[in-house]
């Protein structure tokens, strides 16, 4: 596992990696809202380890604006009455699917 010194506690980033190699050193607990992500953060699974999770099924476009809106609900996550985060028309279709993947759809 990828650690945060000598304490054994794990990094407080992870990095995400799209199928054209663009990569995002995200805070891991925001990437806590994607029961995707954690579930391959947890157990013996080589992103566990590393802390490093691979797309090859997302381009570098869709995952930008995945771990913009992880920053997104991090940011805004106790408050009331947020403002609407801003997508492009011709991105909302990929943005759904990636979405379904993550687990975002399921959330509250």
Known sequence: ????GDSGAPSKYITLVSQDGWEFVVLREATMISPTI???LR????EAQTGRCEFPEISGEILEKVVEYFHYWYKNRDKE?????????????????AADYFGLDKQY
């Open 38 to 40: 954690k579930g391959m």
């Open 81 to 97: 009455d947020v403002a609407d985060m801003e997508i492009p028309v011709e991105l909302c279709l990929e943005l759904l699917v």
């Open 43 to 46: 157990g013996d699974f080589a």
């Open 1 to 4: 596992m990828t650690t945060n």
